[in-house]
């Protein structure tokens, strides 16, 4: 049997990852997360529409990938709202084709089944699960129309491990893992790929701001306590989250559809 070789070649310049001539739609990319993968995917060659619920934040992200020779603009947007979410998918539609999308802005919330408000339980819903299901029914439409796209949801390893005190934000998340695999499914004809990442905890403004108002003075104790939560032994940085993210937009992961992939500091294989 004849032998089948495979040439090797490196081609000229950094050509992995690569997003050139794509429109890349990140939700909640005003700060933290949305905004890592936002500069991430600026850098790569995507073209970013940051969507917020803050249009200051929203332009900050922007401005940030401007000055560094970026292309990006800023929008207004409560992902609750179906028909304002429709109306921009629409807008940034008809300014050219859609490629990606990452499902981002979410909110997150403390408590148990009982001490969960009902007002509570239906804000986390209306965000992190609503939220997601009207920009993924916005973005399909317009990806079908472009020949595919890339869906990259935000989850967290609450949507699949029994963490305490987070009824609602465990809710949410799960939903979204299955919101992905049917997408996913559903759309594998359309060359659609739908993905998910499932963070354990991330340093970000959030986690900062939350350590502020819950644990005044101990501060640094209490972030150090956090961050033992984690295997590894710290946080993740949202840089980390956005690498990953660029992996799965990228076409380097065109054969992985259907996916929620942890990255959590070995909370799930090595937790004691």
């Given amino acids: 049997m004849e032998e089948r070789r495979v040439a090797l070649s490196q081609p000229e310049g950094n050509t992995n990852f690569r997003l050139d001539g794509r429109v890349a739609v990140v939700t909640g990319g005003g700060s933290g997360i949305g905004r890592a993968i936002a500069l991430k995917f600026a850098a790569h060659g995507a073209a970013v529409r940051v969507l917020d619920v803050s249009l200051r934040d929203a332009e900050e992200t922007c ?29 940034l539609a008809a300014q050219g084709s859609l490629s990606i999308l990452v499902n981002n802005a979410g909110i997150s919330h403390i408590g148990t089944v009982e001490s969960t408000a009902e007002e509570d339980f239906d804000r986390v819903f209306r965000v992190n699960v609503k939220g997601f299901y009207n920009c993924m029914s916005a973005a399909i ?30 809710m949410s998340k799960g939903a979204v893992i299955a919101m992905t695999y049917s997408v996913a499914r559903d759309y594998l004809g359309s060359k659609i790929r739908c993905n998910s990442i499932s963070p354990a905890r991330v340093h970000t403004p959030f986690v900062d701001n939350y350590l502020r108002k819950a644990y005044p003075g101990r501060e640094p104790e209490m972030f150090e306590k956090l961050s033992q939560a984690q295997p590894i032994g710290r946080m993740a940085e949202p840089s980390e989250v956005a690498s990953l993210a660029l992996f799965l937009c990228s076409d380097e992961a065109a054969f992985i559809t259907g996916v929620d992939y942890p990255i959590d500091g070995g909370f799930f294989n090595l937790h004691g």
Avoid at 73 to 78: G, K, R, W, Y
Avoid at 141 to 169: E, T
Wanted: aromatic share 6%; proline share 2%.
């Fill in 141 to 170: 439409a317009p990806m079908k129309a472009n020949g595919g796209g890339v869906i990259l949801n935000m989850a967290s390893i609450a949507g699949s491990a029994g963490l305490a005190d987070r009824f609602a934000y465990s």
């Fill in 63 to 91: 401005q940030q990938i401007t000055l560094a020779g970026g292309n990006a603009a800023a929008l207004a947007c409560d992902v609750t709202d179906q028909k304002q979410i429709k109306d921009t998918f629409a807008k």
